[in-house]
């Protein structure tokens, strides 16, 4: 079987992520063949919406497929990770920006590069398993694909919450923080798109959904507005250090073990695009964090501990999250001038 199907199926472009005992993690090539049927159907009058979905109950997609990408990049090639994550953002771009509506099912796992697939569209459904997180602060990344645009624009601080914690969202979560708009119970899901492929008619997936209820992060949003309302991530760190409960105690636990350098500039990226709905800009500041990712920041050693080694025991170039360098995150966002994600011309 193939990693991934993508068809016409009566009046929409199907793209079925194939690789479920993989958590259809996505490659190089399954991001390309999206890319290159999206560019199809784009002015396809045949084809009246997108939708996309994958095979398995464990995951809509966790994430990218990055220990090719480790390896490559330990053996000197830093070329390919720079390519990959170029051409991955260009096609979170394009699935944001795509003129026909475009609804993702999305099921399980779904992490990172399934952000950057299913969260960019217009009609995002979730399930009774769905799980959604941007959990790259564990390897020494920063949320990307677009995430970051996302997170700026959460309910309160529940963005900076979000990126440093890489806490996961269950799907009552996710629709109030603004990664999915719909629930609908994952039994109803074959039916309904079997519908949409017949009609090409998107509103069926609002008269299908059930309404919203309230989840664990919107209790807990109170003391996240008030402890991650800082203007760095060190004014986050001393305000949760100077509280005594045990939702301080529990969050500090989580941030001591994930990258500082990676934590702090998810802060720097969240604030900087609050309130703002440009992805163009937003994964442009992402590409300069991860072109510069293999030489100057924790990644690698992030995927060793989590991926390569498994030993969960990675060595930070930060001792202790406190007191992270204002320059460093600066010079990890400093733009790229000729090695720039968007030629002027390739935007809007």
């Known amino acids: 079987m193939s990693d991934i199907h993508c068809r016409k199926s009566g009046q929409i472009g199907h793209i079925t992520l194939t690789r479920p005992k993989a958590l259809n993690a996505l490659t190089h090539d399954m991001a390309t063949a999206i890319e290159e049927s999206i560019d199809l159907w784009r002015d396809d009058p045949e084809v009246k919406m997108l939708v996309i979905d994958a095979a398995g109950e464990r995951a809509f997609c966790a994430g990218g497929d990055i220990a090719d990408l480790y390896t490559r990049s330990k053996a000197g090639d830093l070329d390919y990770g720079r390519r990959f994550w170029r051409e991955e953002y260009r096609l979170n771009a394009k699935l944001f920006t795509f003129p026909k509506p475009v609804a993702s099912f999305m099921q399980g796992f779904v992490m990172g590069g399934g952000v950057g697939i299913g969260c960019h569209a217009s009609h995002r459904v979730v399930c009774e398993t769905s799980q959604i997180a941007m959990p790259e602060a564990v390897i020494?990344?920063?949320?990307?694909?677009?995430?970051?645009?996302?997170?700026?624009?959460?309910?309160?601080?529940?963005?900076?919450?979000?990126?440093?914690?890489?806490?996961?969202?269950?799907p009552e979560d996710a629709i109030y923080c603004g990664f999915a708009d719909y629930f609908i119970p994952v039994a109803e899901w074959p039916a309904l798109i079997a519908a949409l492929a017949d009609t090409g008619d998107w509103n069926l997936i609002d008269a299908a959904a059930r309404p919203n209820t309230a989840g664990t992060l919107q209790g807990l949003q109170p003391e996240i507005d008030v402890h991650f309302a800082g203007e760095t991530f060190d004014d986050i760190v001393k305000s949760l250090m100077n509280g005594d409960s045990d939702f301080t105690r529990d969050t500090l636990k989580t941030l001591q073990q994930n990258a500082p350098?990676?934590?702090?500039?998810?802060?720097?990226?969240?604030?900087?695009?609050?309130?703002?709905?440009?992805?163009?800009?937003?994964?442009?500041?992402?590409?300069?964090?991860?072109?510069?990712?293999?030489?100057?920041?924790?990644?690698?050693?992030?995927?060793?501990?989590?991926?390569?080694?498994?030993?969960?025991?990675?060595?930070?170039?930060?001792?202790?999250?406190?007191?992270?360098?204002?320059?460093?995150?600066?010079?990890?966002?400093?733009?790229?001038?000729?090695?720039?994600?968007?030629?002027?011309?390739?935007?809007?």
């Open 140 to 170: 020494g990344l920063i949320p990307d694909v677009g995430g970051s645009l996302i997170l700026a624009n959460a309910p309160g601080r529940l963005g900076e919450y979000l990126a440093t914690t890489a806490a996961r969202m269950a």
């Open 261 to 348: 350098l990676s934590m702090a500039v998810g802060v720097e990226l969240t604030h900087r695009l609050r309130g703002s709905t440009d992805i163009y800009h937003a994964l442009d500041l992402e590409y300069r964090f991860t072109h510069r990712a293999v030489m100057q920041s924790d990644f690698l050693e992030g995927v060793r501990a989590q991926i390569i080694d498994k030993d969960r025991q990675p060595k930070w170039q930060h001792d202790t999250i406190d007191g992270v360098p204002a320059l460093e995150v600066t010079r990890m966002l400093m733009p790229l001038g000729a090695e720039a994600l968007w030629k002027q011309e390739e935007r809007p």
